[in-house]
């Protein structure tokens, strides 16, 4: 379109800007699940969608026109798909996959945008065809080759740091520079740059995500309600089995003390009916206000009385205890004394011919 930016309807620029300054205000919200972050993303997806469709009247972006025929100022409004597919597979409380079958369709809506000025570069190109080709199954990584998926992954997170650098330095402009033509062009390239290189990520994600979501089993609305009213059924006529029984002869395990008797297990160990460990239960509340440590057993008299039947406590000691010992030694035993008295001798002789220090020869000057 050959209009300038300060022909272009003043309600386009500031529904723009509302929607941006939504989706900024987003990234200040920690907590995605909360009401707040929920009701500033609803109004930012609606706010980006009033922007779609008054682009599409508008007429802003026209398929006979070329790269160099956007006013600089309109090469923001390429974006508004992109953020519109970014908040859509933000949002928790929608169905899954309705959301991100929107959030598919929007960044397919850019990229079929960008292919028809051809800025695509032949990279992204190739990667758009593939996708046409098999958008269901679509995949950066299409090679099982680990070292070739290791060095696509570097690739491309080397490639989106290189092109975030860009965009932070070429923001970083002089106040002077702010209002010229060719460096807003410039920044609003390379932010499409980023965008595209994130598109093609998020399509690889969203169509694992519906690969995940086409394996999960179909439980419609109405089938969980009857289930839920089916379970109702079921426990109600058991809760009024025994005033309103179905049957005119009951089973003898309810005719047997109302159903009290009997086995409580069956031969496969499944249980007949319903009961309750007392002894395990019992236990349990009364260790629930109990120390952390382990508590004693006994008293320290009822342990040395165990341990006296046990034989661990000599009894007696002392001089009385040694004297004892030795009247234990038979003095008629002669070869004993020999063996006693050639062991003392030769425990002499060694203290003799080994004097105390002579193995000490670190210190000696």
């Not at 929608?94 to 695509?120: F, G, H, I, W």
């Not at 008629?332 to 220090?357: C, F, H, I, L, S």
Request: glycine share 4%; with cysteine; net charge negative.
């Amino acid at each position: 379109m050959d209009s300038s930016n300060a022909e272009q309807p003043s309600s386009l620029r500031k529904l723009f800007e509302t929607a941006n300054n939504q989706r900024h205000k987003l990234d200040s919200i920690t907590d995605r699940s909360s009401s707040t972050y929920q009701q500033n993303l609803r109004a930012g997806i609606e706010a980006f969608q009033q922007c779609q469709q008054l682009t599409d009247r508008l007429a802003v972006f026209s398929p006979n026109e070329t790269q160099d025929d956007i006013a600089s100022g309109d090469l923001q409004y390429l974006l508004v798909n992109h953020y519109l597919g970014e908040l859509l597979r933000q949002d928790s409380i929608t169905n899954r996959k309705t959301v991100l079958q929107q959030a598919q369709t929007a960044y397919e809506l850019y990229l079929k945008l960008l292919d028809a000025y051809d800025m695509l570069s032949k990279a992204e190109s190739k990667l758009y065809q593939r996708y046409l080709s098999s958008s269901d199954d679509f995949s950066l990584l299409s090679t099982s080759d680990p070292t070739a998926r290791r060095n696509t992954k570097i690739a491309r997170y080397k490639q989106e740091q290189e092109l975030k650098l860009k965009l932070r330095s070429l923001a970083q402009v002089p106040l002077a520079l702010q209002n010229d033509d060719a460096a807003s062009r410039e920044i609003y390239l390379a932010e499409i740059q980023l965008c595209t290189h994130n598109t093609f990520h998020a399509l690889d994600i969203i169509s694992q995500e519906l690969q995940i979501i086409a394996l999960m089993p179909l439980t419609s609305p109405a089938a969980q309600s009857e289930e839920r009213d089916t379970d109702c059924r079921q426990r109600d006529r058991t809760c009024n089995r025994d005033s309103y029984p179905d049957r005119l002869d009951p089973p003898i395990s309810q005719l047997l003390n109302n159903g009290r008797a009997g086995p409580i297990l069956s031969k496969d160990g499944k249980p007949l009916k319903p009961f309750t460990l007392l002894e395990s239960r019992q236990r349990r509340q009364n260790e629930v206000f109990r120390p952390d440590h382990a508590l004693p057993t006994m008293t320290i008299d009822e342990y040395l009385e165990e341990e006296k039947r046990r034989g661990g406590i000599i009894a007696g000691g002392g001089q009385t205890s040694g004297a004892a010992v030795s009247q234990e030694t038979d003095e008629d035993d002669v070869q004993k004394a020999d063996m006693e008295t050639m062991k003392k001798r030769e425990w002499d002789e060694y203290m003799e011919a080994n004097p105390k220090g002579s193995g000490n020869t670190l210190n000696r000057g």
